[in-house]
């Protein structure tokens, strides 16, 4: 989304929102590969994020990954909206799609996998 600000004021207090954690968001992510569960199922996710600074054609780029031995804890809501199975017109194995609504709990980067 894009917010238009008029005025230095009123950009402050738009990033003062975002800092104290009063806007909420909510996303809605099409997957593939195994279920996520059932219709309207409802559950919380967490993993630990580690950030791995690299260098990628001349510039720096952070990448998250998941960590098994530290990082910080990443959680979210998820909401299952629909699920779908598409079976190919060659009768190609099924595959799965789900849509979730992901509402994340945490502020980390790249949180949502």
Known sequence: FVIALGSPAASQYIQAQFAGRLVLKTYHCLCSGRSLGAFASK????????RVQVREQGHEVVHSHISIL???????????????????????P????????????????????
Do not use: M
Request: charged share 20%; proline share 2%.
């Open 70 to 92: 530290g990082g910080k804890e990443a959680c979210s809501s998820l909401l299952i909206k629909a699920c779908y199975v598409w079976t190919g017109l060659d009768g190609s």
């Open 43 to 50: 559950a919380v996710r967490s993993a630990r994020l580690t």
């Open 94 to 113: 099924d595959v799965i799609f789900t849509l979730a609504e992901v509402r994340p709990i945490t502020g980390r980067t790249h949180q949502i996998r």
